[in-house]
């Protein structure tokens, strides 16, 4: 451990990598489903609605990270006092929370997928190995690795759809409506769910420097915020779990594994699950970094050794416990998620926001 | 053999003139002035010697690189004459007025005559001193086949003479633990940083060695992690891979005796290049620089994806292959991640003795080790044939990297590689691979990102990974 890194220096273009890292969904490894399957049969409109998803909320990212390189979120908030610090907690919780979900699909699905016959402990042992070491350097050794590697995955996963291309067939790519639209909607859902969490905050976070951009982040909290509760309300309604968006949050994925599952080409499995076994990896890592770094700017800089190395054990070592009773835990820490941080935010942006307004006045007018 | 310290003191009084000096493009007749506009266009620098003539009744001033003219000729024809005040017996080839062609001889190895109240400046041309070895290490086919020696000023005479620039300047100092031993940086003023500059003097000030006999002795000291297997800095011996990475703004650290000079910051993409690539066509160029890269990754993980897809993915495998394998693989008593450590360890057992064994013996254990060896254990039922494909394959590729250290590095790192396939399959050498590019992406060298210009990617820089036609290279220069 080299204690804490120095101030993040990470390019526009690195930060979009990190964002198409972190929004490939964890549960995209847990192939095999019913419900993967059955999209499988409507190739063609999967991709479709999976690229539509995936790109409008891209491209707000794109908008966003162009304003926001380099990322100093930290260093700012941290220099407006009490208010500021409280915010950092709160979002360092805020994504350190999933961080448990994600380990423990991660190893479930590795055990189910492509090694049946090893232990998890060995599986998450050596992925918090992968993940402290990664977190050890800090957010720009993480975002070097992920300009390296994200491109590659979307060249691999595009030769391996080019790979299925001789087994297409018309039956195939007939489609159905209704599951189309429901995946737009989650996929944006899921999209959006990924957006409030760190390019929400990085963008309000540059927004409140300046008194005279303070409305307009206050009007981003909000609409956001309602456009998150809409998805929520309504995709219990169309009968949709965000889980199964994972189908449809990257284009190039859902091509894969739409036409994948349609033909059920087994051999590709492992395949692709191992590829993207070192993009989950790597999200687990940036997860892992951005929250202690977070808390760490909240408490002490000096904290964020031991909050890596605490945070990475926990999350290794309760993927342990939740493998077991998967589903009941995950919906309790979902549940805990979207009913106690997902509402929060809004109470606390809207307060940080009126407080750093203020200490802006204060400061103006001395 | 000069008298510096009359020059010393004329570079005080130049220095201050050198600001009136602007357009100044033809010399004067002033020594002062002369000398100043000459150190104005040549960087100043220590291996160029300016200096008096102690003894000459006449006030002259020599200009002329060091180790680019031979010391006797230089003492015999120019001192002495110069000593008994004439110089009708000069070795003169040509006489200057332009600042700008005077400097021009003296990069081409010749030694520049200024007489107090003459404009005209004496080009004296004596027997070239320089000498050049051969590439034995970094041969190519095409291009230059100029390597340094073991003389000091020699080789930074060699480096002036291809680099062939006016700011190129050479900083000579002695190495703390040994006073005796002298190093030298040379690089191109206003193109290299000056940040690498202080960073490189400070390690440098650190170094308490007494037995730097080869400039290879530096690199742990130099060394940005000293626990990593990657080097922050380029080994090599040909002179034209040292001026074109000074002129593109590295510098190239020189140790007294040593054959070999260190260019740094040095990138892991400039570690994949050859000075070949240069000199061949653009497609050609690249497509072996694609080449290496290809083999980069045979090499490091051929084995290891070998041992995970046969051991515990052999759905990955197409049937027939399956049932080929299986078919080699009967009555062989080691499992396969056995098998294949075992030949590494062969191999790499023949390598080393290649290498130790004189010429014509090194030959003979190569064809022993690659034939009999090879065929032997085939015979036996101890290795399967598949194996010794895949493991000579995976040694064949190491050889197409241009840099030794980098291939021994490979080398190194496969084995961890087999272990983590063995024991986790595709998810083992997936998390080898996160781990090394994780690695990698933490490093620096001298401050520079080791993994730039790929991450972080610099758009104006793409030519270091693929050559880009010369329209396109243009266009990407920053303005």
Redesign the interface.
């Given at each position: 451990m080299t204690g804490y890194p120095a101030r993040a220096r990470?390019?526009s273009?690195?930060l979009l990598y990190l964002i198409v890292l972190t929004i490939v969904p964890v549960q995209e490894l847990g192939a095999g489903g019913p419900l993967l399957r059955e999209y499988g049969k409507d190739a063609l409109w999967s991709l479709v609605a999976g690229a539509t998803a995936a790109t409008v909320p891209l491209l707000i990212s794109v908008h966003i990270v162009r304003r926001l390189a380099p990322l100093d979120l930290g260093a700012t908030l941290r220099s407006r006092g009490l208010a500021g610090r409280l915010l950092l907690a709160f979002f360092g919780l805020a994504l350190a929370v999933p961080l448990f979900n994600i380990w423990s699909a991660y190893v479930q699905t590795?055990t189910v997928e492509?090694?049946p016959h090893?232990p998890g402990w060995?599986?998450a042992a050596?992925?918090a190995?992968?993940v402290l070491?990664?977190a050890?350097?800090g957010i720009?050794?993480?975002?070097?690795?992920g300009?390296?590697?994200a491109p590659i995955a979307i060249a691999a996963m595009g030769v391996l759809a080019a790979m299925t291309i001789p087994w297409l067939h018309v039956s195939y790519i007939l489609p159905i409506w209704p599951q189309t639209a429901a995946a737009l909607t989650t996929g944006g859902y899921h999209a959006f769910t990924f957006f409030s969490e760190v390019g929400f905050a990085a963008y309000l976070g540059t927004l409140v420097r300046d008194p005279s951009t303070v409305p307009r982040a206050l009007w981003w909290a909000l609409s956001l915020s309602f456009a998150e509760l809409l998805m929520a309300i309504g995709m219990p309604l169309l009968m949709f779990t965000p889980e199964h968006v994972a189908l449809l949050t990257v284009p190039l994925l859902s091509a894969v594994r739409a036409i994948h599952y349609g033909f059920l080409i087994?051999?590709l499995d492992?395949?692709v699950v191992?590829?993207y076994?070192?993009l989950v990896?790597?999200k687990l890592?940036l997860w892992t970094t951005l929250s202690c770094r977070l808390l760490a700017d909240a408490t002490s800089q000096r904290a964020y050794r031991s909050l890596t190395v605490i945070a990475t054990a926990a999350a290794a070592g309760s993927s342990l416990v939740l493998v077991h009773n998967l589903a009941q835990v995950q919906a309790n820490l979902q549940t805990l998620w979207f009913n106690g941080f997902a509402p929060v935010y809004l109470g606390a942006l809207l307060l940080i926001a009126i407080l750093l307004r203020a200490s802006r006045a204060r400061t103006a007018h001395a | 053999m000069l008298g510096p310290i009359a020059v010393e003191e004329m570079a005080g009084q130049a220095d201050l003139v050198i600001a009136s000096l602007s357009g100044y493009d033809a010399f004067t007749g002033e020594l002062d002035a002369d000398v100043a506009a000459i150190r104005l266009q040549l960087a100043p620098s220590d291996d160029i010697e300016i200096g008096s003539v102690p003894g000459s009744p006449i006030a002259v001033v020599l200009v002329y690189q060091r180790g680019a003219v031979d010391a006797r000729a230089l003492s015999v024809s120019v001192l002495s004459p110069l000593r008994q005040g004439q110089t009708a017996s000069l070795p003169a080839t040509a006489e200057v007025g332009a600042v700008e062609d005077a400097v021009r001889h003296v990069l081409d190895g010749d030694l520049l005559l200024l007489q107090q109240g003459s404009p005209n400046v004496l080009v004296l041309h004596l027997p070239a001193a320089l000498q050049a070895a051969k590439p034995s290490a970094e041969r190519v086919v095409r291009g230059p086949n100029e390597a340094f020696t073991e003389a000091f000023y020699q080789n930074l005479a060699l480096l002036r003479r291809m680099a062939k620039h006016p700011r190129l300047r050479v900083e000579i100092g002695q190495l703390p633990g040994n006073p005796q031993r002298q190093f030298a940086i040379a690089y191109v003023q206003g193109e290299a940083s000056l940040v690498v500059r202080a960073d490189l003097l400070q390690r440098l000030k650190q170094v308490h060695i007494m037995d730097v006999v080869d400039v290879t002795v530096l690199k742990p000291a130099l060394a940005d992690d000293p626990y990593s297997p990657f080097v922050n800095v380029q080994l090599t011996e040909r002179v034209d891979l040292a001026a074109i990475a000074a002129t593109e703004g590295r510098y190239v650290l020189f140790t007294a005796g040593s054959a070999q000079v260190l260019l740094l910051p040095a990138t892991f993409v400039e570690m994949m290049n050859s000075p070949e690539d240069r000199y061949l066509p653009r497609y050609l160029g690249d497509l072996a620089r694609v080449t290496r890269w290809l083999g980069f990754g045979i090499a490091l993980t051929l084995e290891a994806l070998f041992i995970a897809v046969t051991t515990i993915h052999q759905e990955l495998l197409p049937t027939p292959l399956a049932f080929a394998i299986a078919r080699s693989r009967s009555g062989v008593p080691l499992p396969v991640a056995g098998e294949i450590l075992v030949m590494a360890i062969v191999v790499e057992v023949l390598r080393e003795a290649a290498i130790r064994l004189p010429a014509p013996l090194s030959q003979t254990i190569s064809i022993v080790g690659a034939l009999v060896i090879g065929q032997a254990v085939v015979q036996a039922n101890l290795i399967s044939g598949p194996v010794i494909v895949v493991i000579s394959v995976a040694a064949l590729a190491s050889f197409v990297l241009p840099q030794y250290e980098m291939a021994l590095i490979v080398r190194f790192l496969r084995f961890p590689a087999m272990a983590c396939a063995a024991a986790l399959g595709l998810y083992g050498v997936a998390i080898f691979a996160l781990l090394t590019v994780l690695h990698l992406a933490s490093l620096r060298s001298f401050g520079v990102a080791y993994l730039s210009p790929l991450a972080p990617l610099h758009n104006r820089q793409v030519s270091r990974i693929l050559r880009l036609p010369l329209r396109v290279q243009r266009r990407l220069q920053p303005s």
């Amino acid at each position: 451990m080299t204690g804490y890194p120095a101030r993040a220096r990470i390019t526009s273009r690195q930060l979009l990598y990190l964002i198409v890292l972190t929004i490939v969904p964890v549960q995209e490894l847990g192939a095999g489903g019913p419900l993967l399957r059955e999209y499988g049969k409507d190739a063609l409109w999967s991709l479709v609605a999976g690229a539509t998803a995936a790109t409008v909320p891209l491209l707000i990212s794109v908008h966003i990270v162009r304003r926001l390189a380099p990322l100093d979120l930290g260093a700012t908030l941290r220099s407006r006092g009490l208010a500021g610090r409280l915010l950092l907690a709160f979002f360092g919780l805020a994504l350190a929370v999933p961080l448990f979900n994600i380990w423990s699909a991660y190893v479930q699905t590795l055990t189910v997928e492509i090694l049946p016959h090893t232990p998890g402990w060995a599986i998450a042992a050596l992925g918090a190995a992968a993940v402290l070491y990664g977190a050890r350097g800090g957010i720009e050794v993480v975002a070097r690795a992920g300009e390296l590697f994200a491109p590659i995955a979307i060249a691999a996963m595009g030769v391996l759809a080019a790979m299925t291309i001789p087994w297409l067939h018309v039956s195939y790519i007939l489609p159905i409506w209704p599951q189309t639209a429901a995946a737009l909607t989650t996929g944006g859902y899921h999209a959006f769910t990924f957006f409030s969490e760190v390019g929400f905050a990085a963008y309000l976070g540059t927004l409140v420097r300046d008194p005279s951009t303070v409305p307009r982040a206050l009007w981003w909290a909000l609409s956001l915020s309602f456009a998150e509760l809409l998805m929520a309300i309504g995709m219990p309604l169309l009968m949709f779990t965000p889980e199964h968006v994972a189908l449809l949050t990257v284009p190039l994925l859902s091509a894969v594994r739409a036409i994948h599952y349609g033909f059920l080409i087994e051999r590709l499995d492992t395949a692709v699950v191992a590829a993207y076994s070192v993009l989950v990896a790597l999200k687990l890592t940036l997860w892992t970094t951005l929250s202690c770094r977070l808390l760490a700017d909240a408490t002490s800089q000096r904290a964020y050794r031991s909050l890596t190395v605490i945070a990475t054990a926990a999350a290794a070592g309760s993927s342990l416990v939740l493998v077991h009773n998967l589903a009941q835990v995950q919906a309790n820490l979902q549940t805990l998620w979207f009913n106690g941080f997902a509402p929060v935010y809004l109470g606390a942006l809207l307060l940080i926001a009126i407080l750093l307004r203020a200490s802006r006045a204060r400061t103006a007018h001395a | 053999m000069l008298g510096p310290i009359a020059v010393e003191e004329m570079a005080g009084q130049a220095d201050l003139v050198i600001a009136s000096l602007s357009g100044y493009d033809a010399f004067t007749g002033e020594l002062d002035a002369d000398v100043a506009a000459i150190r104005l266009q040549l960087a100043p620098s220590d291996d160029i010697e300016i200096g008096s003539v102690p003894g000459s009744p006449i006030a002259v001033v020599l200009v002329y690189q060091r180790g680019a003219v031979d010391a006797r000729a230089l003492s015999v024809s120019v001192l002495s004459p110069l000593r008994q005040g004439q110089t009708a017996s000069l070795p003169a080839t040509a006489e200057v007025g332009a600042v700008e062609d005077a400097v021009r001889h003296v990069l081409d190895g010749d030694l520049l005559l200024l007489q107090q109240g003459s404009p005209n400046v004496l080009v004296l041309h004596l027997p070239a001193a320089l000498q050049a070895a051969k590439p034995s290490a970094e041969r190519v086919v095409r291009g230059p086949n100029e390597a340094f020696t073991e003389a000091f000023y020699q080789n930074l005479a060699l480096l002036r003479r291809m680099a062939k620039h006016p700011r190129l300047r050479v900083e000579i100092g002695q190495l703390p633990g040994n006073p005796q031993r002298q190093f030298a940086i040379a690089y191109v003023q206003g193109e290299a940083s000056l940040v690498v500059r202080a960073d490189l003097l400070q390690r440098l000030k650190q170094v308490h060695i007494m037995d730097v006999v080869d400039v290879t002795v530096l690199k742990p000291a130099l060394a940005d992690d000293p626990y990593s297997p990657f080097v922050n800095v380029q080994l090599t011996e040909r002179v034209d891979l040292a001026a074109i990475a000074a002129t593109e703004g590295r510098y190239v650290l020189f140790t007294a005796g040593s054959a070999q000079v260190l260019l740094l910051p040095a990138t892991f993409v400039e570690m994949m290049n050859s000075p070949e690539d240069r000199y061949l066509p653009r497609y050609l160029g690249d497509l072996a620089r694609v080449t290496r890269w290809l083999g980069f990754g045979i090499a490091l993980t051929l084995e290891a994806l070998f041992i995970a897809v046969t051991t515990i993915h052999q759905e990955l495998l197409p049937t027939p292959l399956a049932f080929a394998i299986a078919r080699s693989r009967s009555g062989v008593p080691l499992p396969v991640a056995g098998e294949i450590l075992v030949m590494a360890i062969v191999v790499e057992v023949l390598r080393e003795a290649a290498i130790r064994l004189p010429a014509p013996l090194s030959q003979t254990i190569s064809i022993v080790g690659a034939l009999v060896i090879g065929q032997a254990v085939v015979q036996a039922n101890l290795i399967s044939g598949p194996v010794i494909v895949v493991i000579s394959v995976a040694a064949l590729a190491s050889f197409v990297l241009p840099q030794y250290e980098m291939a021994l590095i490979v080398r190194f790192l496969r084995f961890p590689a087999m272990a983590c396939a063995a024991a986790l399959g595709l998810y083992g050498v997936a998390i080898f691979a996160l781990l090394t590019v994780l690695h990698l992406a933490s490093l620096r060298s001298f401050g520079v990102a080791y993994l730039s210009p790929l991450a972080p990617l610099h758009n104006r820089q793409v030519s270091r990974i693929l050559r880009l036609p010369l329209r396109v290279q243009r266009r990407l220069q920053p303005s």
